[in-house]
C-alpha cells in the first residue's frame, strides 16, 4: 500500500496495513543524526519511509488551486521548521508562512535572499529574545526587520505566541523598534 492511499484509508477508517507515519525534524537533528551514521543528501521522509508527505502535497496543491480560483491569498501557519517544503508550497500557490518559527532553526535572514522574491514572510523575531536583555532583543528586531524588509514582503510577528516573561513595557519598546526598524 502505497502513502497516499494509506492515509486517505486512515482518514475514512477504512483498513490500512500499518498506521501512517510521518514526523518533522529540526535541522540541527537531521545534522545530527548524519554525525552518527544517516547517509547524508538522503531525504528523512523517504529513509523513515513518511506516509503523509504525498498527501499534503496534494492537499496544498488543491487548496492553492481553490484559493487562487477564488481571488483569495494562500497563507500557510506551521510550526517547526517547514524549510524543506517551501519551494514546493510556493508552486502551489503559497503567498505568506507564518511564523518562521527560530526556536526550530528558521532564519528569516537566510530565507528571503533565496525565496523574497517569491513568498512574503509572517514572523521569526525569537520570543526567547524578546525576554533577554535589551540589547539582544534590539538586535533580534533590527537585524531581522533590515534584512526582511528589503523588497517589501514582510509582516512583523513574533516567532511564536509571546510569552508572559515579556512585560507590558518591554512589549511597548519592542513595538517601538518595530516602528523604528520597520520603517521605509
Known sequence: ????????????????DRIPRCDALWEDTLAEWQSQGMPRNTDPGEYFGWDIVDLFMDASIRMGNCLLANNISFWMHSCGNCEAYLEDLIECGLEVIQ??????????????PRLGARLTFFGNIDVRKMSASEKECEEEIRDKIAAAKEGYGYIYHSDHSVPPEVTFDRYRRIMDWVEKYGAY
Not at 99 to 112: E, H, I, M, T, W
Request: charged share 25%; net charge positive.
Open 1 to 16: 500500500m502505497d502513502g497516499l492511499t494509506r492515509v486517505r484509508n486512515a482518514i475514512n477508517r477504512q483498513p490500512i
Open 99 to 112: 511564523p518562521l518559527q527560530a526556536s526550530a532553526g528558521f532564519d528569516v535572514r537566510n530565507l528571503k
